[in-house]
């Protein structure tokens, strides 16, 4: 339905019944209408009060419970707020305001620290380091030239999180390659968004920290695709 949109609009920009301004904003709108379709589509995020996907059942069986990530993409210390299925917080996560390596802390919903996120402030692999209250420590490190998939070590655990090219699913793995999470970013939403299906509550904590870690390396990636395209188009 939408392609038809898209073909009667040129169709009316070629025969000059519209002004080419309005002709091309308006065909621009289709175009980013049909790509958040499109989109959603690949997308297995779901909401509170929806179930987990189907597929991703049928692929990693029912998940023992589910947590919604939540950030305000427009705060100085990039405010994150982690809620059960009954939309309850616990946990959340304040980052520091000008930190040069990306200091993030994470805490239950008592305000008990559960854990420190630092980035690498030079490194291709968009390395993090993390810090578990108990004493554990273990880093992410993403691999290069990989063209269809996404993949991130977690060394120290021997996990791995591997996601789509469109970087909107995750599964999170052992060393066993069995599966921990199943982590959905939401497509387009005024706030960053993620549900997260959880398959070993032994290692909740662990998840929610590796969980906002990825978030933070896939804004600082994106940050600088979006630089490196202005400067090339400068």
Not at 98 to 126: C, P, W, Y
Not at 141 to 160: P, V
Request: hydrophobic share 40%; net charge negative.
């Amino acid at each position: 339905r939408k392609s038809n949109c898209c073909e009667k609009l040129l169709s009316v920009l070629i025969k000059g019944e519209l002004p080419m301004e309005t002709g091309v904003v308006l065909l621009f709108v289709i175009i980013m209408m049909c790509m958040m379709v499109c989109m959603n589509l690949f997308s297995h995020y779901h909401d509170h009060n929806d179930s987990s996907n189907i597929e991703v059942q049928e692929m990693y069986g029912k998940p023992v419970k589910s947590l919604f990530i939540s950030t305000e993409v427009f705060s100085f210390h990039q405010a994150t707020e982690v809620t059960d299925e009954n939309d309850q917080v616990v946990y959340y996560s304040n980052s520091k305001f000008l930190s040069f390596v990306d200091d993030t802390t994470v805490f239950d919903a008592q305000g008990n620290e559960i854990s420190n996120i630092t980035r690498k402030m030079f490194s291709f692999h968009g390395r993090h380091y993390i810090a578990m209250h108990d004493g554990m420590r273990f880093e992410l490190s993403n691999e290069l030239f990989h063209l269809m998939k996404d993949i991130t070590n977690i060394e120290g655990l021997g996990w791995k999180i591997t996601g789509n090219v469109l970087r909107l699913n995750f599964l999170l793995s052992d060393e066993n390659d069995h599966p921990i999470a199943y982590v959905c970013q939401k497509a387009f939403s005024l706030h960053d968004k993620y549900s997260i299906d959880i398959y070993d509550v032994s290692k909740e904590k662990e998840i929610i920290t590796i969980v906002i870690a990825l978030q933070h390396m896939i804004r600082n990636r994106n940050a600088s695709s979006n630089a490196s395209a202005s400067s090339s188009a400068s």
